[in-house]
């Protein structure tokens, strides 16, 4: 899931100051579970908008804000608390925001929240980052551990050399990565595993802005569009 946190309200309600009117959307998935963008955080958010003398045309929590379509049918039934809205503040992730921006080209669209990293919530309201979407996933050798992402320094061949007690030298919070992989692939019987070099990552396969069309005629439909301009 996108883990994302609240931005300083004090900070949001400055950047807000100049518009009278807002719509609120959230979203159920992600921004839900973290608590940025479900019903409760719009309603404190709409709480903070009218203290400041600020009206709130409408709210509505989306079944996944990122999914554009989706979203754009789901806000249709609110056309006309949209329509006297100066400004949407979209409270999920960066892309939800983007959903909103690309659905209302001529509102001012602002996000209420940091968007920080792909994880997990390993507990209610706890969260651990799992995956910088490096675009070639190699855990299928590192037993299902990411060294991208669990190691500071992103090593993709054992340890450093300044592991301590089994901790990490950036942090003695973080259990070393490369000892986490050890011992996981001791437990599965596959330390073998661990002499083959994996090359180099290719870092460009992380270059975006990514596009991913599993469908031909959207492909190509893309393209004609971009021939047109
Ligand atoms: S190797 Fe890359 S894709 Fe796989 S979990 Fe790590 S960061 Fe994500
Ligand atoms: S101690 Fe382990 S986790 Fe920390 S930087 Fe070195 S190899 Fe990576």
């Avoid at 903070?48 to 709210?59: E, H, R, W």
């Avoid at 909103?100 to 507990?123: C, H, Q």
């Avoid at 190699?138 to 992103?154: L, R």
């Avoid at 993709?156 to 996981?184: F, H, M, Q």
């Amino acid at each position: 899931m996108i883990i994302t946190k609240k931005k300083d309200r004090s900070k949001l309600l400055k950047t807000l100051e100049g518009y009278n009117s807002f719509y609120l959307i959230g979203c159920s998935e992600c921004a839900s579970l973290c608590g940025t963008g479900n019903e409760e955080a719009l309603k404190e958010m709409a709480e903070d908008l009218k203290a400041q003398g600020k009206t709130v045309t409408g709210m509505i929590v989306p079944k996944t804000g990122c999914q554009t379509l989706g979203t754009k049918v789901e806000l249709k039934k609110d056309k006309d608390a949209l329509d006297k809205t100066d400004a949407i503040v979209v409270m999920s992730c960066g892309a939800g925001t983007q959903s909103a921006v690309e659905i209302y080209p001529d509102k001012a669209v602002y996000p209420s929240n940091d968007t920080l990293f792909l994880g997990n919530m390993t507990r209610f309201q706890m969260f651990d980052e799992r995956c910088s979407l490096c675009g070639e996933c190699v855990i299928d050798k590192t037993g299902g551990i990411c060294p991208v992402t669990n190691c500071p320094k992103g090593l993709l061949n054992g340890p450093c050399g300044g592991t301590k007690d089994g901790n990490c030298e950036v942090s003695d919070e973080i259990k070393c990565a490369w000892v986490r992989i050890y011992e996981r692939q001791k437990k599965l019987g596959e330390l073998d595993k661990m002499k083959e070099i994996l090359p180099p990552k290719d870092w460009s396969a992380k270059q975006g802005p990514h596009k991913l069309y599993t469908r031909a005629d959207a492909a190509e439909g893309d393209k004609k569009g971009k021939d047109k301009k």
